[in-house]
């Protein structure tokens, strides 16, 4: 590879909440110049005006220089095209991907590929998910509709679409962006309506900052907006009630046998439960040079080990977003490995006995 890992960025959210007007504004941005756009469905995306010419493979090129592919088969095979042509110089220049999923789509496939694949990994890098969610009809949405909280609950930033036909004011409408925040407590809010924020905000979600390209771990953990959370009782009859966010913390640096047996414990019985983890954690074999973590349910990012720790804070830290995955339960768990007191709970005798548990490991 002769390029840095390109950013991807994920469009997700439920039918109707706006994500193809919000592309075809992305499509006509001067400063999305030399970006892959991949969608399910090419019918629905006005771009017929900018049509350069169609080549025999889906890839078309327009007339602002961006890129927009039909997924003609795997995704990872659209991908690997496009990094093909890079290469041999049938692509100038990528400078990022953008790949919208439908409206019913649970977006970890998609993160799976990015983060999982051994090739692809080495050629991109996820920048972050982008949700889409219609500040009209939204909370219905969320009730109705579980595939729209996990993909709230999984954003780096969400997009509330059609704001000029609510009342910002309104008791009605600050509680639905309460829910919002409380499914997703470091989900940054941006409204599809206020263009300079979507310029400047919506991509960069990434641990490394663009402009510098060192590591901005605060940013990209924003753990704080976990510990500050508030959590107001709400319907538990609603899907809400079964997602958690939360982060681990540990002072001591952790042995990296430890850690890895922690995380295939976690991911193996755990995975569909386990909707996204984040994380930088000091090791014990190396304390001055922290391991940056990143999952989507059972697959993981390769770990990524920093020159120094980015600030004055060296603790561990773990992001985790779950669902019917009880923070304490997750917490004894870790502290099981860590060496704080040994868990003690109902699903003991069912994890040691669990063909996908550990061997050698006794909760």
Known sequence: MTHDPIPV???????????????????????????????????????????VEQSSDGVIELA??????????ELVDTLSDLIARLQTGRLKSLKRVVIETTGLADPAPVLHVIMGHPVLVQNFRLDGVITVVDAVNGDRTLDNHEEAVKQVAVADRIILTKTDLVDPTSRSFAQFTARLMRLNPAG????????KAIQAQLFDC???????????????????????????AHDVNRH??????????????????????????????????LLRMKGIVALSDDP???????????????????????????????????RDLEEDYVARLFGAFVGKPQIDTPDRDALENSPLSIPGFKP
């Open 9 to 51: 960025s994920i469009i997700t959210g439920f039918l109707g909440s706006g994500k193809t007007t919000l592309l075809n504004r992305l499509l006509k941005d001067p400063d999305l110049r030399d970006t892959a756009v991949i969608i399910n469905e090419f019918g629905d995306v006005g771009i017929d005006h900018l049509l």
């Open 64 to 73: 602002d220089g961006c890129l927009c592919c039909t997924v003609r088969g």
């Open 188 to 195: 940054l809010q941006l409204s599809a309506g206020d263009t």
């Open 206 to 232: 990434g641990l490394y900052d663009p402009s510098t390209k060192t590591a901005d771990v605060a940013r990209w953990l924003h753990e704080e907006a976990y510990h500050h959370r508030h959590d107001h």
């Open 240 to 273: 809400d009630a079964r997602i958690r966010a939360f982060t681990l913390v540990e002072d001591k640096p952790i042995d990296p046998g430890a850690l890895d047996m922690f995380i295939d414990l976690l991911r193996s019985s755990q995975s569909e439960q």
């Open 288 to 322: 001055e040079r922290p391991v940056v973590v990143h999952g989507v349910q059972s697959v993981f990012h390769p770990p990524a080990r920093l020159p120094a720790w980015p600030d004055a804070d060296h603790r561990t830290r773990l992001v985790l977003i779950t």
